[in-house]
């Protein structure tokens, strides 16, 4: 891996995200969980560089990111959406993911990583915001809650970028 400006890379970010997923990975190179999320946001906050990525209490992850000040969302491409959809459908708590998933972790500025990804984003912890029912101002989204289990939100600022370096530059 190879370190980048965040900003060079050109791929959508609602692509990253939305379409193509990734995997947010919280705790030490000794002791981590990595689950997939589609629901997040790269952009700018507080004039900063930043990641907002959400998380049920439910999940494993939710441990690690309360524990954690650093958290990583490493991007893939489409060969390794079997990969992601593991992650995302099987705990750590009852299986090794990264080991069933084919995925290498790599220690990225404290946090972890996998060598496996296009692009990794390492973030510091710098907000936290359980999300409340009352705000939601389109009452529809209260049906992605039926088990009343809401996200908590996490803002992380981007302090470091990196690249695959078998890729080009803004190549996905």
């Known amino acids: 891996m190879k370190k980048i400006n965040v900003r060079d890379i050109k791929t959508s970010p609602v692509e990253l995200i939305g379409d193509d ?4 990975t919280a705790g030490t190179p000794d002791k ?20 907002f990525v959400f998380v049920r209490p439910q999940r494993y ?3 690690f990111i309360e524990q954690s000040d650093i958290f990583t969302l490493s ?10 959809r593991l992650c995302g459908a099987k705990s750590g708590r ?3 993911k990264p080991a069933a998933a084919g ?7 404290g946090g972890v990583t996998f060598a496996e990804a296009e692009y990794t984003v390492v973030c510091r912890k710098i907000a936290a915001q359980a999300l409340d029912p009352s705000g939601f101002l389109d009452k529809t989204i209260e049906n992605n809650y039926a088990k009343k289990d809401y996200h908590k ?14 890729l080009p530059l803004g190549s996905q």
Not at 103 to 109: C, G, H, K, N, Q
């Open 153 to 166: 939100m996490y803002v992380g600022e981007i302090i470091e970028a990196y690249q695959n370096k078998k």
């Open 21 to 24: 997923w990734a995997l947010l």
């Open 75 to 84: 991007f893939y491409g489409s060969e390794y959406k079997d990969a992601l």
């Open 103 to 109: 995925l290498t972790p790599v220690e990225a500025s």
């Open 32 to 51: 981590f969980n990595t689950m997939t999320v589609s629901w997040g946001a790269l952009g700018e906050m507080w004039g900063r560089d930043a990641a």
């Open 94 to 96: 009852d299986i090794d």
């Open 61 to 63: 992850t939710f441990e």
